[in-house]
T-cell receptor, first 116, second 116 residues
Framework: AQKVTQAQTEISVVEKEDVTLDCVYE???????LFWYKQPPSGELVFLIR??????QNEISGRYSWNFQKSTSSFNFTITASQVVDSAVYFC?????????????FGTGTRLTIIP | DARVTQTPRHKVTEMGQEVTMRCQPI?????VFWYRQTMMQGLELLAY????????DSGMPKDRFSAEMPDATLATLKIQPSEPRDSAVYFC??????????????FGPGTRLTVL
């Protein structure tokens, strides 16, 4: 069974502060994929990043960065110099490449509020 | 800018009525997923298709829900008869361009269903 835990239900920070969203996952598969999605107030789910289990290289995209550590089964997401537009619910998700079992298992989400 | 489209965006209906939700996957994507989002259950998979064939519909209440892909450009999710507990946001996602076994799932804007 797969499980994704996002222990932070809600986070509020003042604009321009850095913030890290935590994600811990559980899986028995050796090949798996991790994702972050953003759900702004408008409701759509926006893909942010995908990481394969065999690629532990951290990634940076503008103000966003991701830290993948297999040793602690974590895939944390950091926003640097936060902006009001970053206010959203962020979901971490996990799936495998097993045929017939490719569903995304989502965490419960972290609601991020950036205070102007 | 290729996107998954869903119609209708909002639907209010009365208990017992039939509801049909439609999804147009991104052109070339051969895998289509239906997810449901509720406050209590979060995001959960209802069913998914590859090359129009159902691969997993274990998350779907069989007595009232049905999912089909009449052709490669249209997926439908029907509820008959609808019940108040079906009130949720229903998301369609597509992925696996070129027949890859697994790829990123891109989500549509969702259909917000309210059953009175």
């Amino acid at each position: 069974a797969q499980k994704v835990t996002q222990a932070q239900t809600e986070i509020s920070v003042v604009e321009k502060e850095d913030v890290t969203l935590d994600c811990v996952y559980e899986t028995r598969d050796t090949t798996y994929y991790l994702f972050w999605y953003k759900q702004p107030p408008s409701g759509e789910l926006v893909f942010l990043i995908r990481r394969n289990s065999f690629d532990e290289q951290n990634e940076i995209s503008g103000r966003y960065s991701w830290n993948f550590q297999k040793s602690t089964s974590s895939f944390n997401f950091t926003i640097t110099a936060s902006q009001v537009v970053d206010s959203a619910v962020y979901f971490c998700a996990l799936t495998t490449s097993n045929f017939g079992n490719e569903k995304l298992t989502f965490g419960t989400g972290t609601r991020l509020t950036i205070i102007p | 800018d290729a996107r998954v489209t869903q119609t209708p965006r909002h639907k209010v209906t009365e208990m017992g009525q039939e509801v049909t939700m439609r999804c147009q996957p991104i052109l070339g994507h051969n895998t289509v997923f239906w997810y449901r989002q509720t406050m209590m259950q979060g995001l959960e998979l209802l069913a998914y298709f590859r090359n129009r064939a159902p691969l997993d519909d274990s998350g779907m209440p069989k007595d009232r829900f049905s999912a089909e892909m009449p052709d490669a450009t249209l997926a439908t999710l029907k509820i008959q008869p609808s019940e108040p507990r079906d009130s949720a946001v229903y998301f369609c996602a597509s992925g696996s361009p070129g027949g890859a076994i697994y790829d990123t799932q891109y989500f549509g804007p969702g259909t917000r269903l309210t059953v009175l």
